[in-house]
């Protein structure tokens, strides 16, 4: 037996807590592990994954290298139907994998019948719902599009998109401008305010911005991004910090080239909206993880997105499949008159974030909204230091000062998550579960496991099949 | 009736804990039944028999927590769902410590406490292999208390473990003692030159305490699990712990504990104790000690005959004279006995063991049978029959609560005494009843208020047999140190006070009991 009894005996403890309270309590080295199931997967799938980790391990460095090394720049706007790939007048892209009109849930119904009326093709909301269900609309995932929503994450063809590009891989990405708190589209609020706003933005926003931007040049959103993480944003639930940088950026450009009252409705509208730089962390963070995808044997995920009913999830190495499970009610902090019951499941691109390690995996960073994860600081620590476990890296640019300026987790291991049964922790808004009503609440959710069971089960049938 | 659930989709708690807040809601007022369990099969199977699968747990999976109350009204039902939700809040509370990290994983838990050698696991069965697996890869030591593993994946672990040079205690390794540390249901006992190996938990616990108790001490206690001594498991971890101890220059003494071992087994066992240059004692619960002597060691009948020969021969006393000292003892319980057989009723003739140790329940038939006469028992000994009925006693009855029928969906009955005090109130209540043969079991994991919770049910099986003008007596022993969280000397005293018959080993009470009922079948 080796040297057993004359070493100090330290006991690792998995499992009755009551066992490790002994040993403390006589005076013995414990430590009480939270131990969980790990998820379900195949005996031979979890034996192939095992054996093939080598080489799962390899091509999760390339890909993960590709998203850490990614450089995602503002560099325009433009109307979606303009620069979609993909979109056409009868398109209606939305947040999460690929869903048909009656399985939508009620906030999405509700995203998408504003934007029809938005779009002029419909005047009620009754003739919305009648073309929005007749089979015109084309319906596909933002996701599948270069694209990402917040929320039902609704783009309609005249919307104006913001254009980024990742200077590294060249490809690009966009992501609408975002409306504010309340009764907005993304909630699947329709009413006619919402949808003057939309229309002033087009009006107004869009041409404004365009112009400044073009004056400015591109702007760095990863330098942007590591600033904020630095000022107390995660930029998913807080983008305050990110949002006042860009302001600093954009106002002296716009005052330039808009008429005082238009750069100062501007600057009004984008100062009040504190997340008014949430939709271009996601597109930021979209640009960086699509060049990812596409690596042979790699378990790291690319996207993770919901759209209110299923939680969806793709691969580097699986190719353009979606694996989807149902969408979970997050825990959440409600706004008054709001309760659990009003909740609808889990929805939005915007867990792109938590992908590229930001949002959740950042939550140490952000103290200021430590209330939704138990309240303490050593909640959002804890939560980001559990998510270092299922990840692949740590980021380069992206750190956190409460963990000495560690970089943030970044790339989730489909593998790992499956293995030691942890999963990515999201930041997230919550809507009514009815169309129509908007924001009700703010909070976190883990990802549901399904998603990433069936993931990594593909994985290994890949990899069983190449021998 | 109304029965009200809750489904948490991946939500995890442990057996234990689940197991405590199903019976602090079953207590709540006005709730006839309450079950909290993780969505497995056998847990679902479960539910069903009691009547609490609802169409929405059939849907659930392992990692599903299901909660469900069934009460006299539905607001009471509300009130103990909701109760159930802080219960299960505060467990995590109790269990997280103020400001200790809890790591989610093996790696992490190693990066947390840098050197750690040993691994306790008691998480489901179903896990418990992987999870044993992976700690023998990163070179710690493994005492798996979890029962429920395949045989398969214990002799996988063990060779595994045999040819890295580690342990693998367990499956079903309920306590051991390491380095002086306490693991699972341990005992508090001093620290000496005596070393044991043991393929029975409970066994290790009396031997471990009789040691103590009579001034010896342990220096290590090797659990093994039950099922290593048997044929296919082929006795590797009982054989690598009886090397270890051999060369371990700590332990003077070796003392083996265990149930008959197979002869395959034991042939491995000889081959180390015939040229061990220790002591070694012996007692394999049954075997014939001739056959056992032949291996080269000093033979014991009971658990409490080997713990007193191993700590005579550490201080160098002969086996003789220990057996002397316990022959005196032998004929002093004669006498009790004949004194206490008096004052039956005619139709009292019955002796029933209620144990929660299985090893007391073998070591107690092993006595009996000296009698030559049939008893019944839910784990029996050669010859006794097995009862059709655990849960009904018949004639002279042998019952160890520990078994699975009676632990499906409820703790141990070292940590929950329900169940045995209602079957204490049950036999009592029955004419042909004239012992009451119990144990106590202390130490860090069991009931933290024993003779509170086991008095009450004795004062009403006393009253019963008095109501019915019968006389009864209860035998009883209490395993455990006055170093125990419990204290031994309180709870032997609470015990006497209630007018229990009491012994300072499972040996000498089932001796008592038997020397009764012998007399009362004349």
């Not at chain 1, 979890?46 to 990614?70: F, S, T, W």
């Not at chain 1, 048909?100 to 995203?111: F, L, T, V």
């Not at chain 1, 103290?367 to 270092?388: E, H, N, R």
């Not at chain 2, 395993?479 to 080993?505: F, H, I, M, N, Y």
Request: aromatic share 6%.
């Amino acid at each position: 037996m080796k040297d057993l009894f004359s070493k100090e005996l330290k006991v690792v403890n998995m499992g009755i807590a009551g066992f490790h309270e002994a040993l403390k309590s006589s005076g013995f080295a414990s430590v009480q592990m939270d131990w969980r199931p790990p998820l379900t997967l195949p005996p031979q799938d979890r034996q192939v994954l095992g054996r093939k980790r080598p080489l799962i391990e390899k091509a999760n460095k390339k890909a993960v290298d590709i998203l850490l090394n990614g450089k995602p720049f503002l560099i325009g706007l433009e109307k979606a139907l303009d620069v979609l790939p993909g979109m056409t007048k009868d398109s209606v892209f939305h947040a999460g994998p690929p869903i048909e009109w009656k399985r939508m849930c009620g906030p999405m119904r509700g995203a998408v019948m504003g934007a029809l009326i938005y779009e002029g093709r419909a005047k009620t909301p009754e003739e919305a719902e009648e073309l929005a269900s007749s089979g015109v609309i084309k319906y596909g995932p933002c996701h599948e599009h270069s694209a990402v929503g917040p929320m039902a994450g609704i783009i309609s063809p005249s919307m104006p998109v913001f254009v980024l590009e990742n200077k590294e891989s060249g490809n690009k990405a966009y992501g609408t401008m975002n409306e504010g708190l309340g009764k907005v589209l993304r909630y699947g609020a329709y009413a006619p305010e919402v949808i003057e706003r939309l229309k002033w933005m087009e009006a107004v926003l869009y041409p404004a911005l365009k112009k400044a931007l073009a004056k400015t040049g591109p702007i760095d959103l990863k330098n942007i991004i590591a600033q904020a993480l630095n000022m107390g944003d995660e930029v998913h639930n807080r983008n305050r910090a990110a949002t006042s940088l860009l302001y600093r950026a954009l106002a002296p450009a716009l005052v330039r080239t808009s008429e005082p009252e238009i750069a100062a409705k501007v600057l009004e509208f984008v100062n009040s909206n504190d997340h008014f730089f949430l939709n271009l962390s996601m597109a930021a963070s979209k640009a960086v993880l699509d060049p990812a995808a596409g690596v042979k044997n790699s378990s790291l995920v690319t996207v993770m997105a919901r759209n209110g009913t299923d939680f969806g999830v793709r691969l580097s190495g699986t190719g353009d499949s979606w694996f989807t499970g149902p969408s979970p009610v997050p825990d959440a902090l409600f706004f008054p008159g709001f309760t659990k019951e009003d909740a609808n499941p889990d929805i939005g691109d915007s867990a792109i974030t938590e992908t590229g390690g930001l949002g959740g995996f950042a939550i140490a960073a952000s103290p200021a909204i430590v209330q939704f994860v138990g309240g303490s600081s050593k909640d959002a620590l804890d939560y980001t230091l559990q998510m270092y476990e299922i990840t692949a890296a740590e980021n380069g640019v992206y750190r956190i000062p409460s963990l000495d300026f560690r970089g943030t987790p970044t790339g989730i291991d489909c593998v790992k998550v499956v293995e030691k049964g942890i999963l990515p922790f999201i930041d997230t808004g919550v809507a009514h579960k009815k169309p129509g009503i908007g924001q009700v609440g703010a909070g976190v959710v883990s990802a549901p496991p399904e998603p990433f069971e069936k993931a990594a089960a593909a994985l290994a049938a890949k990899l069983r099949a190449a021998k | 009736m109304v029965i009200k659930t809750a489904l948490s989709k991946g939500r995890y708690y442990d057996s234990v804990t689940l197991m405590s807040v199903a019976r602090q809601l079953s207590s709540s007022s006005g709730v006839s039944d309450a079950a909290a369990v993780m969505g497995t099969q056998s847990n679902k199977s479960i539910l069903k028999a009691s009547g609490l699968l609802v169409p929405l747990f059939e849907t659930a999976g392992d990692t599903d927590l299901l909660i469900a109350v069934k009460a006299g009204t539905e607001a009471l039902a509300a009130t103990a769902l909701a109760r159930a939700e802080d219960l299960l809040k505060a467990s995590k509370k109790v269990g997280a410590g103020s400001c200790e990290a809890r790591p989610r994983s093996l790696e992490a838990a190693l990066a947390a406490l840098p050197g750690a050698n040993m691994a306790v696991i008691s998480v489901a069965g179903a896990y418990a292999a992987g999870e044993a697996m992976k700690c023998l890869e990163k070179g710690l030591h493994v005492m798996l208390f979890s029962d429920n593993v395949p045989l398969e994946a214990e002799i996988e672990l063990k060779r595994f473990a045999a040819k890295k040079g580690l342990m693998v205690m367990g499956p079903d390794c309920g306590t051991a003692i390491i380095n002086g540390a306490p693991l699972a249901f341990a005992n508090v006992v001093s620290r000496g030159s005596i070393g044991i190996v043991s393929a029975a938990g409970t066994g290790l616990q009396e031997t471990s305490c009789a040691v103590s108790n009579a001034g010896g001490g342990i220096s290590q206690a090797i659990g093994t699990g039950g099922r290593d001594v048997k044929k296919e498991v082929g006795g590797i971890m009982f054989v690598e712990g009886l090397r270890a101890l051999l060369h371990d220059d700590a332990t003077k003494t070796v003392l083996l504990v265990s149930k008959p071992p197979h002869e395959s087994v034991l042939r491995r066992i000889g081959a180390e104790t015939r040229r061990a240059r220790k002591p070694v004692v012996a007692v394999f619960m049954g075997a014939d000690p001739k056959d056992v002597a032949r291996l080269g060691v000093v033979p014991a009948v009971t658990l409490e005959e080997a713990a007193l020969l191993a700590v005579g021969l550490s201080k160098g006393e002969k086996p003789e004279a220990v057996r002397e000292r316990l022959a005196l003892r032998s004929a002093e319980l004669e006498k009790a006995a004949a004194r206490e057989s008096r004052g039956f009723a005619p139709g009292q003739r019955y002796l029933r063991a209620l144990f929660s140790g299985g090893t007391f329940n073998a070591e107690a038939q092993v006595i009996f049978r000296a009698l030559g006469v049939k008893a019944w028992s839910n784990a029996p000994v050669a010859p006794f029959a097995e009862l059709p009925d655990s849960w009904k006693s018949r004639e002279h009855s042998f019952v160890d609560l520990g078994e699975d029928e009676f632990t499906q969906g409820r703790p141990h009955p070292m940590i929950d005494f329900s169940v045995r005090n209602k079957r204490i109130v049950a036999e009592a209540e029955d004419p042909g009843t004239a012992v009451i043969l119990l144990d106590v079991v202390l130490g860090h994991g069991s009931n933290m208020a024993p003779a509170a919770d086991i008095v009450p049910a004795l004062e009403k099986a006393f009253a019963a047999a008095r109501k019915a003008k019968r006389r009864l007596a209860v035998v009883a022993s209490v395993t455990g140190t006055q170093g125990d969280p419990q204290g031994k000397a309180g709870v032997e005293a609470a015990l006497r006070k209630a007018g229990v018959l009491l012994q300072p080993s499972n040996a000498a009470a089932s001796s008592l009991a038997c020397g009764i009922v012998r007399r009362l079948s004349r």
